[in-house]
């Protein structure tokens, strides 16, 4: 039996859990890193895109990763997201994660700019060089740098460069980073193409419905990894409709309001991110109530 490396399984992007005065609730935070735990869930990462962590003062962002950790049971990883406006400040977080006891980071790229090659090498050598190991996220749609496979390819030269969040949404990118760099784990980086990449060989899911959904998302991601297709096909057409708010512009207010609807604390976001609207609201519901059918007729 193989040892599950950190970056691998189901990992939780987690949100920011914020009181009606748009302070940070650190007692929900923590609950909620056991309850996925307790769910079956293998990580969570802190402080990515739907942690709202541009959003977050310095102070709060180092807090709500100390608090996670504090949280985590033995076993259960945490792997921060590392995101700045430069590669300083990217490392700063690589070590403030590592000073808490992280088991490893989530790094994009240079995001400010349209970075070169050259630019992207130096900003990983720059966060791998703190220790961690270094999961790349390529988001070309929130960025101005796609991390193409050949990118990578000279990416993963770095020591401690060890995965890549795939958020492209192209499936055939699997297999050409597979073929250019495979000690390279390629993770799931959007709900809505989970089953194509983790059939194929992904070795990791960095998620953002389970955080409603977790069982039935575990749960998936093993018949996935087992190719159980006659299992994992129907289970997974229930629940595409809501893991596709995954990859929308919204997806921290519906996958919030994904969890208020299952009974946990979801919550506001900070500005500017607003409530959904009324259209927005009745479709997310609707999905959720598709997705909780199937998870209960599974």
């Known amino acids: 039996m193989t040892t599950r490396k950190p970056w691998q399984g189901v990992v939780v992007a987690i949100p920011t859990p914020f009181r009606d005065d748009l302070s940070i609730d650190f007692d929900r935070l923590q609950e909620h890193v056991t309850w996925l735990a307790d769910e079956g869930c293998h990580g969570v990462t802190p402080c990515g895109s739907l942690g709202e962590y541009q959003n977050l003062s310095d102070t709060e962002r180092a807090d709500v990763v100390r608090a996670v950790v504090q949280a985590a049971p033995p076993g259960f990883s945490v792997v921060p997201g590392v995101g700045g406006y430069g590669s300083r400040q990217s490392r ?64 993963a030269e770095t020591d401690g460069v060890v995965a890549v969040k795939e958020f492209s949404g192209d499936v055939r990118r699997l297999h050409r980073i597979r073929n250019l760099v495979p000690h390279l784990d390629v993770l799931a980086g959007a709900d809505d193409v989970l089953l194509e990449l983790v059939v194929c060989g992904a070795t990791g899911w960095i998620a953002g419905l389970p955080n409603a959904l977790p069982r039935a998302s575990v749960r998936l991601y093993d018949l996935c990894r ?30 919030k309001l994904g969890m208020e609807l299952v009974g946990r604390y979801g919550g506001p976001c900070r500005p500017p991110r607003g409530p959904l609207p009324a259209s927005a609201r009745t479709q997310v519901t609707k999905d959720m109530e598709r997705a909780l059918k199937a998870d209960a007729d599974a």
């Open 92 to 155: 700063h977080w690589a070590e403030q994660a590592q000073s808490v006891g992280a088991h490893a980071v989530l790094a994009l790229p240079p995001n400010t700019y349209p970075a070169r090659d050259t630019d992207v090498l130096a900003h990983y050598r720059e966060v791998a060089g703190v220790g961690l190991p270094v999961v790349a996220y390529n988001n070309p749609f929130d960025t101005k740098v796609d991390l193409t496979p050949e990118l990578l390819a000279a990416i």
């Open 226 to 255: 087992a190719h159980d297709l006659a299992a994992a096909l129907p289970l997974y057409a229930e629940l595409h409709p809501i893991f596709g708010w995954d990859s929308r512009p919204e997806f921290v207010q519906a996958i």
